[in-house]
């Protein structure tokens, strides 16, 4: 009897040791295994384009690349983070990726960032995102030795990826013709795409307002604005392909950019692999094909919408020639206008729009002859 304790009593001890043991080696696995999960927030939907074609994708690669080391938990629609805010969502801890930022809505802290919605002669998707890849990302000296991203990121301790721009914003009317003459060019009320468009819009002597993307459909139909500045590729998620009447293609009222990242905080808090392969995902997709195969489709699907309800596009080749000129000197009087406003208050206005110039000429873009004789 004495012998049968003993047994059972060695067995039991060998038992609880390789328990602990085996919980000892469990730890350590999910150790190694954690999961890590970045809260990301979004002031668009999900159809939203730029989602659609990049960020949902680079998700998507970051997460398989990582084996599921990293996942995301998505918050669409503003429903975390609102348009503009998200500078303050992820400073504030609200979220750990704001995707994408929308720079654009904040000019007092990111008032370099306005240059991509400089208005061009000539340009497209692909133009422009190349360019402003290199204007952000590049080691292009501005001043006092630092780059565009020292002077609207680096210093707010930020870690960014730039995303496609839009497509260009062209004029588009409700109506089914264009101006005849520049007093017909300037007697209309048009939907603002921001402070670039409002200068854009006085030199011309157009009443633009800021009216939000959402209205711009109810915007169109009960005749409150008599067009907008947009892009084509975009008229589909707001309905209002059915409401263009005329669009002057040609020139191009700028392009709208976004980036997206996180605070470096978090950032540094990420292992090496994890970050070397969100590095590699941005850059991969920016510079694929299938990127851009969304806007080419939303391109196409607008512009056959547009067609069947009696939409006429134009090139502004086939305006009236003091519109035409009216519209090329507008765009130089911007251009100025965006450099003397920076300028005064202590930033790289010049240097700046003097590289985006050199950026879309170089990628296959046009700016008007005042503006590449700028020095």
Known sequence: MFKQRVKFAFLLISLIALLVACN????????????????????????????????????????????????????????????????????????????????????????????????????????????????????????????????????????????????????????????????????????????????????????????????????????????????????????IDELIGYTIQGVNLGHFSHTFGMTNETWNSLPEDVQEVMDEVAVELLHADETYAVYDERLEKSLQTNEAHGGIMADISEQPIEVQEAINQAIVETWIEWIDANEKNGLPGKETALLWRDLVIKYGGDVPDAIKEME
């Open 24 to 239: 000892s080696n469990s730890t350590s696995n999910v150790s190694e295994e954690e999961v890590i999960t970045l809260r990301v927030g979004a002031g668009v939907g999900t159809t939203h384009l730029v989602n659609v074609s990049y960020l949902s994708r680079w998700m998507d690669e970051v997460e398989e690349r990582t084996n599921g080391k990293v996942q995301f938990e998505k918050h669409y629609s503003g429903s975390v983070i609102a348009m503009g805010r998200e500078y303050e969502g992820l400073t504030s801890g609200l979220v750990d990726i704001a995707l994408p930022i929308f720079q654009m809505y904040d000019p007092v802290r990111f008032p370099l960032s306005e240059i991509s919605m400089l208005p061009l002669l000539e340009s497209d998707v692909r133009v422009a995102t190349a360019a402003y890849e290199e204007l952000v990302m590049g080691n292009h000296i501005l001043r006092d030795n630092k780059t565009f991203y020292d002077y609207e990121w680096a210093e707010r301790d930020m870690k960014m990826w730039t995303t496609p721009t839009t497509e260009g914003y062209n004029f588009s009317y409700a109506r089914n013709s264009g101006p005849s003459n520049v007093r017909e060019l300037a007697n209309v009320t048009f939907r603002s795409s921001g402070r670039m468009a409002e200068i854009f819009s006085s030199k011309l002597g157009i009443n633009a307002i800021s009216l939000p993307a959402g209205d711009i459909y109810d915007g169109l139909s009960r005749g409150s604005i008599d067009g907008l500045y947009f892009s084509v590729p975009d008229w589909n998620g707001y309905g």
